[in-house]
């Protein structure tokens, strides 16, 4: 069983700034995704175990940044120049198996999630 944890929600005005982590332990790829009230769950970034190569949704690209450190179990995003239309709530997953990275069904194993408000 693969327990992941999220912290760094919050609110923030337009433009600004957070950083969201999530604690998990495993050579796993893991991603984010994000889903807004009403909305289907949706795909936000994704980085392989060893962390040289990223993916990212055409919404959040070049101001969301995904990164990991595997020495202390963590994955983390980056998300600035943030805009109202990213509040939802976020959410980490894990996976061994992964082909796309953007499908939410390459991933069994899913953190809480953390909400994010955009105030504008």
């Known amino acids: 069983q693969v327990l992941l944890v999220e912290s760094g929600g919050g609110l923030a005005q337009a433009g600004g700034s957070l950083r969201l982590s999530c604690a998990a332990s495993?050579?796993?790829?893991m991603g984010w995704f994000r889903q807004a009230p009403g909305k289907e769950r949706e795909f936000v970034a994704a980085?392989?175990?060893?962390?040289?190569?990223?993916y990212y949704a055409d919404s959040v690209k070049g101001r969301f940044t995904i990164s990991r450190d595997n020495t202390k179990n963590e994955a983390y995003l980056q998300m600035n120049s943030l805009k109202p239309e990213d509040t939802a709530i976020y959410y980490c997953?894990?996976?061994?198996?992964?082909?796309?990275?953007?499908?939410?069904?390459?991933?069994?194993?899913w953190g809480q999630g953390t909400q994010v408000t955009v105030s504008s």
């Open positions: 997953a894990a996976t061994l198996t992964p082909r796309t990275y953007r499908d939410r069904y390459e991933y069994g194993y």
């Open positions: 980085i392989i175990w060893g962390g040289t190569s990223t």
């Open positions: 495993g050579r796993y790829a």
